[in-house]
């Protein structure tokens, strides 16, 4: 089945600790993206590529860092940096970066800090 | 980077009732998507809808680009509607970035028997 799909699905971590989710598409597409999500907020989005070995920083970048080495993964690291990494994390994909298409979300993981 | 709000916040129905959701956003648009987010986290794309109205089954919606805001509405709903809608948009003016999408803080809806 085509989807996307994210790796763990919950993630504890203590303070101080990096830790890399995984995201993972088999759907062809060229542009993913990562958002965070904090309870009763909307999407924030961390950061985004539109194509191998090119990414850009999205509003919250800081304390984050990515790469985008093949077409189908897209991880993203929580350095230590990042003063309140508790939060749901999102990845997502489009086919390309026209306006009409529509974006495609894995489950997420669920990050906590301890 | 474009404003969206959406309204309520909050939703309580009971089955069967019916509901519109609010979406305004700040400036021009090039795409307009609603999505749903099941209690389990899941978000599934409802519409493209940068103008015009669609509908899909037991839900529709309308969006009006020249006034800068867009509806959701849900019919017959069902328990299984529960969760958060959220609009999101993507911005038209020049320097805006293709494909990326600036999102609401959602709607909370909860469907009761």
């Known amino acids: 089945d085509g989807g996307i799909t994210q790796s763990p699905k919950y993630l504890f971590r203590k303070e101080g600790q990096n830790v890399t989710l995984s995201c993972e598409q088999n759907l062809n597409h060229d542009a993913m993206y990562w958002y965070r999500q904090d309870p009763g907020q909307g999407l924030r989005l961390i950061y985004y590529s539109q194509i191998v070995n090119d990414f850009q920083k999205g509003d919250i970048a800081e304390g984050y860092s990515v790469s985008r080495e093949k077409k189908e993964s897209f991880p993203l690291t929580v350095t230590s940096a990042q003063k309140n990494p508790t939060a749901f994390y999102l990845c997502?994909?489009?086919?390309?970066?026209?306006?009409?298409?529509?974006?495609?979300f894995g489950p997420g993981t669920r990050l906590t800090v301890l | 980077g474009i404003q969206v709000e959406q309204s309520p916040p909050d939703l309580i129905l009971q089955e069967g009732a019916n509901s519109t959701l609010r979406c305004n956003f700040s400036d021009s648009v090039n795409n307009l998507q609603w999505f749903h987010q099941n209690p389990w986290g899941q978000l599934i794309n409802l519409f493209y809808?940068?103008?015009g109205t669609k509908q899909n089954g037991r839900l529709s919606a309308t969006t009006v680009a020249t006034e800068r805001y867009s509806l959701l509405y849900i019919s017959s709903s069902q328990t299984t509607d529960s969760g958060v809608y959220f609009c999101a948009v993507e911005g038209r003016r020049r320097g805006s970035t293709l494909g990326r999408l600036y999102f609401g803080r959602g709607t909370q809806l909860t469907v009761w028997p």
């Open positions: 809808i940068p103008s």
């Open positions: 997502a994909s489009t086919l390309g970066t026209r306006s009409t298409d529509t974006q495609y």
